[in-house]
């Protein structure tokens, strides 16, 4: 048994300090981003936030919706081959989708099958696990690396810099950081295992950055003022879920509540998710995320539109022109309050 006393921090206990700025306005502000890869010879261009890979978020309409804004999704990994096949083979820009698996021997099959029938038309892959610490996980990265050299594979998730250092090793372009920081994960209250998620990014993105990798936040993101905290806390990539939930590109069941119509987010460790997908939670594990019901929020067009804003406006604020020269401009203060809610949350 070891104790840690260093302090570890979350998007909620520290702010931006502002600095002098001569930018104008939010408009001179680009939020895009350029990434070369440690491994895949494929060069990004987009602003790199990106929908979860949850099965009412990483949908295809989610993906199609965000395309215009130059965001991306991590597609459900639930799609049948065919389904899969059809929409990588018409999609334009490859970096609007992550096509999503596990390491199970079915997920395995399922990819290379559709790389046969859709050759080349893959070109970003997530490859999601819930615990990132295992050898089989970085054998498995190994594996699909040897197998597709040029693929940007993202891998997690992880906490720390030892690991994000080996899954990059290993064939890992991007690896998501983020054990337990989501609004329906319930990891931490189950198995007591987790990391501060904005000093997990900060350690993880030094690690990355000193190979040459890249790193994805991903949960623990509320507001867009959080968002920023990710970027300038060295994220390369962020991945937002709650955030992106009941929009009507979401999938999940819609009910009618106090005349309000709601719609369904569940975390992908839920009991409702294994019902879905395994019949069940299986004897020898328990259920790690919950089920909410969300008001209904519209187009995700209007949440996209305050997302790219906020991020706009950060930047304004520390005199960043562009997201790139975020983190190196971000000076974080620790608080004791984010916001006065005398007149109640907004």
Known sequence: ??????????????????????????????????????HAPVAYHGIPV?????????TFEMAKALDPFMLSA?????????????????????????????????????FQSVNRKAPG????????????????????????RDTYPDLVIMAGNVVTGDMTEELLLSGADIVKIGIGPGSVCLTRKMTGVG????????ECADAAHGLGGRICADGGCT???????????????????????????CAGKTITKDGKTMKQFYGMSSEQAMEKWSGGVAKYRASEGKEVFLPSRGPVAGTVQEILGGLRSACTYVGARRLKELTLRTTFVRVTQQLNEVFGKS
């Open 74 to 110: 991590a597609l459900d990994k639930h799609y049948s081959e065919d389904e899969l096949v059809k929409f990588f083979t018409e999609l334009e820009r490859k970096a609007t989708a992550f096509y999503t698996l596990g390491i199970g021997d079915d997920d395995w099959e399922k």
């Open 50 to 58: 990106i929908a979860a890979n949850m099965d009412t978020t990483g």
């Open 121 to 144: 038309a893959v070109q970003y892959v997530c490859i999601d696990v819930a615990n990132g610490y295992t050898e089989r996980f970085v054998n498995f990265i190994k594996k699909v």
């Open 1 to 38: 048994m070891h104790i840690d006393n260093t302090l570890r921090l979350d998007f909620k206990d520290v702010l931006i300090r502002p600095k002098r700025s001569t930018l104008i306005s939010r408009s001179e502000v680009d939020i895009t981003r350029d990434f070369k890869f440690l």
């Open 223 to 249: 507001t867009p003022g959080d968002i920023a905290k990710a970027f300038g806390g060295g994220a390369d990539f962020v991945m937002l879920g709650g955030m992106f939930a009941a929009h009507d590109e």
């Open 195 to 202: 990391y501060p998620q904005l000093s997990a990014v900060i």
